[in-house]
């Protein structure tokens, strides 16, 4: 079965990556760096058709926002992997792995209170360095400018977008420079 990205690109395949506890707990990147970093193969294939997800919590009674070490892996795999809008999914699948608004979410939570997420303002840097990640993986896969901005509008929208939609955030208003990023 093919599927076609927003952006034109044909895939017969979503990548999943799952990062099993020990892997968390370790904060080893390692494999997940080698598959997606900056010398991936398959880039223009592996274009906004990756999702990933955290394991072996499931017998852990909190929510995996509100455990500390997946918090601190999550931060750390940010740090060590700006490349989030060019591989992450930005509409969810079966699979039921980390697409980008959800990866965002994640990545800017403090924890929970009465169902609710605490949530900061979300960070400009962490932007900027996710577009400067979209232009370095689209420049090695020779993706056009009018794609990558396509791309970057994209994700922008559809972050900002499921962050007002969810009762489950109680977040403070969208800031104009996330949908101009």
């Not at 017998?59 to 740090?79: K, N, S, W």
């Not at 994640?106 to 929970?112: Q, R």
């Not at 020779?142 to 972050?159: D, P």
């Not at 962050?163 to 104009?176: N, R, V, W």
Request: hydrophobic share 35%; proline share 4%.
């Amino acid at each position: 079965m093919s599927n076609t990205t927003s952006t034109g690109i044909k895939t017969k395949y979503t990548f999943h990556h799952e990062f099993r506890r020990n892997v968390s707990e370790a904060k080893d990147y390692t494999e997940f760096l080698r598959l997606f970093g900056p010398d991936a193969t398959k880039l223009a294939e592996m274009y906004g058709n990756v999702e990933f997800s955290v394991s072996g919590y499931g017998q852990d009674a909190r929510e995996l926002y509100d455990i500390p070490e997946v918090m601190t892996f999550l931060r750390g795999l940010d740090a060590a992997w700006p490349y989030a809008f060019f591989f992450l999914k930005t509409r969810a699948s079966p699979i039921n792995g980390f697409t980008l608004s959800e990866y965002f979410v994640y990545l800017n939570c403090t924890g929970s209170n009465n169902g609710q997420l605490e949530f900061t303002s979300p960070k400009r840097e962490q932007f900027e360095r996710w577009v400067r990640g979209l232009n370095e993986m689209s420049a090695k896969a020779g993706f056009f400018a009018s794609r990558v901005n396509k791309r970057t509008q994209e994700c922008c929208e559809q972050i900002s977008t499921n962050l007002a939609k969810s009762p489950m955030f109680s977040t403070k208003p969208i800031e104009s420079w996330m949908l101009k990023a």
